[in-house]
T-cell receptor
Protein backbone atom coordinates (compact mmCIF):
# COMPACT_ATOMS: atom_id res chain seq x y z
CA UNK A 1 0.00 0.00 0.00
CA UNK A 2 1.10 3.53 -0.58
CA UNK A 3 0.21 6.80 1.06
CA UNK A 4 1.23 10.43 0.98
CA UNK A 5 1.13 12.91 3.83
CA UNK A 6 1.46 16.61 3.29
CA UNK A 7 2.38 17.91 6.69
CA UNK A 8 0.92 21.40 6.34
CA UNK A 9 -2.55 22.16 5.03
CA UNK A 10 -1.70 25.88 4.80
CA UNK A 11 1.61 27.70 4.38
CA UNK A 12 1.92 31.47 4.33
CA UNK A 13 5.07 33.28 3.21
CA UNK A 14 6.01 36.79 2.23
CA UNK A 15 6.90 37.57 -1.35
CA UNK A 16 10.62 37.10 -1.92
CA UNK A 17 11.11 34.65 0.96
CA UNK A 18 11.79 30.91 0.62
CA UNK A 19 9.03 28.35 0.24
CA UNK A 20 9.03 24.90 1.85
CA UNK A 21 6.12 22.51 1.32
CA UNK A 22 6.60 19.22 3.13
CA UNK A 23 5.68 15.77 1.90
CA UNK A 24 6.28 12.32 3.34
CA UNK A 25 5.36 9.10 1.61
CA UNK A 26 5.13 5.43 2.23
CA UNK A 27 5.30 2.86 -0.49
CA UNK A 28 6.01 -0.82 -0.67
CA UNK A 29 7.67 -0.29 -4.02
CA UNK A 30 10.26 2.06 -5.43
CA UNK A 31 8.07 5.09 -5.83
CA UNK A 32 7.65 7.69 -8.49
CA UNK A 33 6.88 11.04 -6.87
CA UNK A 34 5.31 14.14 -8.32
CA UNK A 35 4.39 17.65 -7.32
CA UNK A 36 1.40 19.28 -9.00
CA UNK A 37 0.06 22.81 -8.68
CA UNK A 38 -3.59 23.76 -8.97
CA UNK A 39 -4.78 27.33 -9.34
CA UNK A 40 -8.40 28.10 -8.38
CA UNK A 41 -10.95 26.29 -10.54
CA UNK A 42 -8.20 24.95 -12.75
CA UNK A 43 -6.79 21.53 -13.48
CA UNK A 44 -3.45 20.26 -12.27
CA UNK A 45 -0.12 21.27 -13.73
CA UNK A 46 2.97 19.13 -13.23
CA UNK A 47 5.76 20.98 -11.46
CA UNK A 48 8.30 18.18 -11.31
CA UNK A 49 8.70 14.44 -10.96
CA UNK A 50 11.12 11.94 -9.48
CA UNK A 51 11.47 8.57 -11.15
CA UNK A 52 14.66 7.05 -9.62
CA UNK A 53 17.16 9.21 -11.45
CA UNK A 54 18.80 12.20 -9.75
CA UNK A 55 17.54 12.74 -6.21
CA UNK A 56 17.42 16.52 -6.61
CA UNK A 57 14.77 17.31 -9.15
CA UNK A 58 14.36 20.71 -10.75
CA UNK A 59 10.97 21.73 -12.02
CA UNK A 60 9.25 24.64 -13.62
CA UNK A 61 8.90 28.15 -12.18
CA UNK A 62 12.00 27.80 -10.02
CA UNK A 63 10.70 24.93 -7.88
CA UNK A 64 12.78 21.93 -6.92
CA UNK A 65 12.38 18.90 -4.69
CA UNK A 66 14.78 16.44 -3.11
CA UNK A 67 14.03 12.76 -2.76
CA UNK A 68 15.36 11.47 0.56
CA UNK A 69 14.84 7.76 0.87
CA UNK A 70 16.11 7.57 4.44
CA UNK A 71 13.54 10.13 5.52
CA UNK A 72 10.84 9.01 3.05
CA UNK A 73 10.43 12.64 2.14
CA UNK A 74 10.02 14.66 -1.04
CA UNK A 75 9.79 18.28 0.10
CA UNK A 76 9.16 21.05 -2.42
CA UNK A 77 11.20 24.24 -2.21
CA UNK A 78 11.65 27.53 -3.98
CA UNK A 79 14.25 30.15 -3.01
CA UNK A 80 12.02 33.18 -3.50
CA UNK A 81 8.23 33.20 -3.55
CA UNK A 82 6.29 35.16 -6.12
CA UNK A 83 2.71 36.33 -5.80
CA UNK A 84 1.76 34.07 -8.71
CA UNK A 85 2.89 31.03 -6.71
CA UNK A 86 -0.20 31.30 -4.53
CA UNK A 87 -2.11 28.08 -5.25
CA UNK A 88 -2.83 24.58 -4.01
CA UNK A 89 0.03 22.09 -4.22
CA UNK A 90 -0.32 18.33 -4.28
CA UNK A 91 2.34 15.74 -3.57
CA UNK A 92 1.58 12.54 -5.42
CA UNK A 93 3.04 9.03 -5.35
CA UNK A 94 2.78 6.28 -7.89
CA UNK A 95 3.69 2.69 -7.26
CA UNK A 96 5.07 2.22 -10.74
CA UNK A 97 7.34 4.29 -12.89
CA UNK A 98 4.58 4.94 -15.36
CA UNK A 99 2.93 7.58 -13.25
CA UNK A 100 -0.53 6.17 -13.46
CA UNK A 101 -2.56 4.96 -10.51
CA UNK A 102 -1.67 8.02 -8.51
CA UNK A 103 -2.21 8.53 -4.80
CA UNK A 104 -2.68 12.17 -3.82
CA UNK A 105 -1.66 13.93 -0.66
CA UNK A 106 -4.20 16.14 1.04
CA UNK A 107 -2.82 19.29 -0.51
CA UNK A 108 -1.11 22.41 0.83
CA UNK A 109 -2.50 25.84 0.18
CA UNK A 110 0.31 28.32 -0.32
CA UNK A 111 -0.46 31.94 0.41
CA UNK A 112 1.97 34.66 -0.58
CA UNK A 113 1.80 38.02 1.17
CA UNK A 114 3.02 41.17 -0.52
CA UNK B 1 3.54 18.57 -22.57
CA UNK B 2 0.48 16.82 -23.88
CA UNK B 3 -2.87 18.57 -23.72
CA UNK B 4 -6.03 17.23 -22.16
CA UNK B 5 -9.18 19.26 -22.59
CA UNK B 6 -12.30 19.02 -20.49
CA UNK B 7 -15.68 20.40 -21.47
CA UNK B 8 -17.60 22.13 -20.12
CA UNK B 9 -15.53 24.00 -17.56
CA UNK B 10 -18.65 24.93 -15.62
CA UNK B 11 -22.16 23.53 -15.69
CA UNK B 12 -25.27 24.20 -13.67
CA UNK B 13 -28.09 21.70 -13.91
CA UNK B 14 -31.40 21.07 -12.22
CA UNK B 15 -31.80 18.28 -9.73
CA UNK B 16 -32.91 15.08 -11.43
CA UNK B 17 -31.34 15.81 -14.79
CA UNK B 18 -28.22 14.26 -16.27
CA UNK B 19 -25.07 16.03 -17.33
CA UNK B 20 -22.22 14.83 -19.52
CA UNK B 21 -18.60 15.88 -19.12
CA UNK B 22 -16.11 15.27 -21.90
CA UNK B 23 -12.39 14.62 -21.58
CA UNK B 24 -10.31 14.76 -24.73
CA UNK B 25 -6.64 14.13 -25.34
CA UNK B 26 -5.83 16.65 -28.04
CA UNK B 27 -2.42 15.60 -29.29
CA UNK B 28 -2.00 12.01 -28.23
CA UNK B 29 -3.93 8.78 -28.01
CA UNK B 30 -4.87 7.99 -24.44
CA UNK B 31 -4.93 4.32 -23.63
CA UNK B 32 -6.23 5.04 -20.16
CA UNK B 33 -8.16 7.92 -18.67
CA UNK B 34 -8.96 8.57 -15.04
CA UNK B 35 -11.82 10.46 -13.46
CA UNK B 36 -11.39 12.25 -10.15
CA UNK B 37 -13.69 14.14 -7.87
CA UNK B 38 -12.54 16.99 -5.68
CA UNK B 39 -14.60 18.41 -2.84
CA UNK B 40 -13.94 21.98 -1.70
CA UNK B 41 -10.58 22.38 -0.03
CA UNK B 42 -9.87 18.67 -0.33
CA UNK B 43 -7.63 16.48 -2.40
CA UNK B 44 -8.53 14.52 -5.48
CA UNK B 45 -10.28 11.20 -5.06
CA UNK B 46 -10.09 8.68 -7.86
CA UNK B 47 -13.54 7.66 -9.04
CA UNK B 48 -12.80 5.32 -11.90
CA UNK B 49 -10.27 4.13 -14.44
CA UNK B 50 -11.35 4.02 -18.04
CA UNK B 51 -9.66 1.97 -20.74
CA UNK B 52 -10.54 2.45 -24.37
CA UNK B 53 -13.02 -0.11 -25.59
CA UNK B 54 -13.68 -1.75 -22.25
CA UNK B 55 -15.76 -1.17 -19.16
CA UNK B 56 -14.52 1.30 -16.60
CA UNK B 57 -13.17 0.11 -13.27
CA UNK B 58 -14.80 1.95 -10.40
CA UNK B 59 -13.29 2.64 -7.01
CA UNK B 60 -15.00 1.34 -3.93
CA UNK B 61 -17.99 3.43 -2.97
CA UNK B 62 -18.51 4.97 -6.41
CA UNK B 63 -21.90 4.14 -7.92
CA UNK B 64 -21.30 2.98 -11.45
CA UNK B 65 -24.96 3.41 -12.39
CA UNK B 66 -24.86 7.02 -11.30
CA UNK B 67 -21.53 7.92 -12.83
CA UNK B 68 -21.53 6.43 -16.31
CA UNK B 69 -18.20 6.38 -18.05
CA UNK B 70 -17.69 5.77 -21.74
CA UNK B 71 -14.30 5.58 -23.41
CA UNK B 72 -15.28 4.93 -26.99
CA UNK B 73 -12.11 6.17 -28.65
CA UNK B 74 -8.47 6.73 -27.82
CA UNK B 75 -9.03 10.48 -27.56
CA UNK B 76 -12.35 10.77 -25.76
CA UNK B 77 -13.83 9.66 -22.47
CA UNK B 78 -17.11 10.91 -21.09
CA UNK B 79 -18.51 10.99 -17.58
CA UNK B 80 -22.28 11.26 -17.28
CA UNK B 81 -23.75 12.13 -13.92
CA UNK B 82 -27.23 10.66 -14.04
CA UNK B 83 -30.18 11.97 -12.04
CA UNK B 84 -27.95 14.56 -10.45
CA UNK B 85 -28.60 15.78 -6.92
CA UNK B 86 -27.12 18.70 -5.00
CA UNK B 87 -24.69 16.36 -3.22
CA UNK B 88 -23.18 15.57 -6.63
CA UNK B 89 -22.03 19.17 -6.89
CA UNK B 90 -18.27 19.03 -7.05
CA UNK B 91 -15.19 19.64 -9.16
CA UNK B 92 -14.53 16.77 -11.56
CA UNK B 93 -11.12 16.31 -13.16
CA UNK B 94 -9.95 13.83 -15.74
CA UNK B 95 -6.46 12.70 -16.57
CA UNK B 96 -5.07 10.74 -19.46
CA UNK B 97 -2.01 8.64 -20.09
CA UNK B 98 -0.53 7.16 -23.23
CA UNK B 99 1.02 3.82 -22.55
CA UNK B 100 3.32 4.30 -19.58
CA UNK B 101 3.72 8.07 -19.68
CA UNK B 102 2.96 10.47 -16.89
CA UNK B 103 -0.62 11.57 -16.38
CA UNK B 104 -1.86 14.77 -18.00
CA UNK B 105 -4.80 16.51 -16.38
CA UNK B 106 -7.75 18.36 -17.80
CA UNK B 107 -8.68 21.77 -16.48
CA UNK B 108 -11.62 20.39 -14.54
CA UNK B 109 -15.38 20.84 -14.59
CA UNK B 110 -17.29 22.63 -11.84
CA UNK B 111 -20.70 20.97 -11.52
CA UNK B 112 -23.42 22.71 -9.56
CA UNK B 113 -26.75 20.96 -9.11
CA UNK B 114 -29.60 23.22 -8.04
Amino acid sequence: AQSVTQLDSHVSVSEGTPVLLRCNYSSSYSPSLFWYVQHPNKGLQLLLKYTSAATLVKGINGFEAEFKKSETSFHLTKPSAHMSDAAEYFCVVSYNNAGNMLTFGGGTRLMVKP
Amino acid sequence: GAVVSQHPSRVICKSGTSVKIECRSLDFQATTMFWYRQFPKQSLMLMATSNEGSKATYEQGVEKDKFLINHASLTLSTLTVTSAHPEDSSFYICSAIMGSTEAFFGQGTRLTVV
